[in-house]
């Protein structure tokens, strides 16, 4: 489901990055005529090590971030079935982002991921209350409309 909401920010951003150089730069708001993004992790259980080496060392305009697979998605759905605040990838939060949240802010570096999971929601609230920790704030945007379980048993 929330592999769905990625593939429809995947398209968005694919036509966005087909406009020419120029008008990419002015979309995104970098200083340059280009957009360097950074992949800092392919599934949960990914070192979180490399979104604090390119918040450092890349030079990078975006990181993103992919948390997501049907494994990972079975094991959040459990986490929320235990704790109704959970079922998104906490490492996004305390281990990936929380650490170097003030010098992405710094350096005006934008994240995209899907660690919300099946709890896109409680994950912006922990990566809010995480980020206000190092005395900075972010604009957190949460992406929804796949979730149908509400709707299984008429499907």
């Not at 340059?32 to 949960?44: D, H, L, T």
């Not at 080496?53 to 990078?60: A, E, F, I, K, S």
């Not at 490492?91 to 802010?105: C, N, R």
Request: charged share 20%; net charge positive; aromatic share 6%.
């Amino acid at each position: 489901a929330c592999v769905r909401s990625l593939a429809r920010l995947e398209v968005m951003f694919r036509s966005r990055l087909i406009a020419s150089r120029s008008r990419l730069a002015s979309l995104f708001s970098t200083n340059s005529a280009r957009v360097r993004i950074g992949c800092a992790s392919g599934f949960w259980g990914d070192t979180s090590v490399s979104t604090h080496q390119l918040v450092y060392h890349g030079d990078v305009d975006f990181i993103v971030s992919d948390y997501l697979s049907e494994i990972t998605m079975s094991l959040l759905t459990a986490a929320r079935n235990k704790q109704p605040n959970m079922g998104y990838c906490s490492d996004f939060v305390h281990q990936a982002i929380g650490p170097v949240a003030s010098e992405i802010k710094k350096r005006g570096i934008r994240v995209v991921s899907n660690a919300g999971g099946i709890n896109p929601h409680d994950c912006a609230k922990a990566l809010n209350d995480a980020v206000l920790k190092t005395g900075v704030t972010f604009n957190i945007a949460v992406v929804t409309g796949d979730d149908l379980m509400a709707q299984v048993s008429a499907l």
